[in-house]
């Protein structure tokens, strides 16, 4: 079992930044990719950004791309996703997640979920 926790959301102007984390134990970190994806009420919960288990690799969905980074410290056994430019769009609650397998960018590959971390743009 993998348990995630992930921490740092909370309210930010457009145009702000905010970094998230999400922290992991049960397992050896380095062994999982990592994803971070966000879900609005009513809408279905969409892929963000993963990472590879080494960090050498990373993945971004379109409407994030140049704006968000996600980076691990596999020696802290934690995954963070920084946030700039944030719009009202971002509004959700975010969720790390973990992957035996290769990063991916569908939510069926990742094995172990995070309980979320609401992040609000305001205008």
């Known amino acids: 079992q993998v348990q995630l926790v992930e921490s740092g959301g909370g309210l930010v102007q457009a145009g702000g930044s905010l970094r998230i984390s999400c922290a992991a134990s049960?397992?050896?970190?380095?062994?999982?990719?990592m994803g971070w994806f966000r879900q609005t009420p009513g809408k279905e919960r969409e892929f963000v950004a993963a990472?590879?288990?080494?960090?050498?690799?990373?993945f971004y969905a379109s409407f994030v791309k140049g704006r968000f980074t996600i980076s691990r410290v596999n020696a802290m056994n934690t995954v963070y996703l920084q946030m700039n430019a944030l719009k009202l769009d971002d509004t959700a609650v975010y969720y790390c997640?973990?992957?035996?397998?290769?990063?991916?960018?569908?939510?069926?590959?990742?094995?172990?979920w995070g309980q979320g971390t609401q992040v609000t743009v305001s205008s």
């Open positions: 990472i590879s288990r080494s960090g050498s690799s990373t």
């Open positions: 049960g397992r050896t970190f380095s062994n999982y990719a």
């Open positions: 997640a973990a992957s035996g397998l290769n990063a991916a960018t569908a939510k069926a590959r990742y094995d172990y």
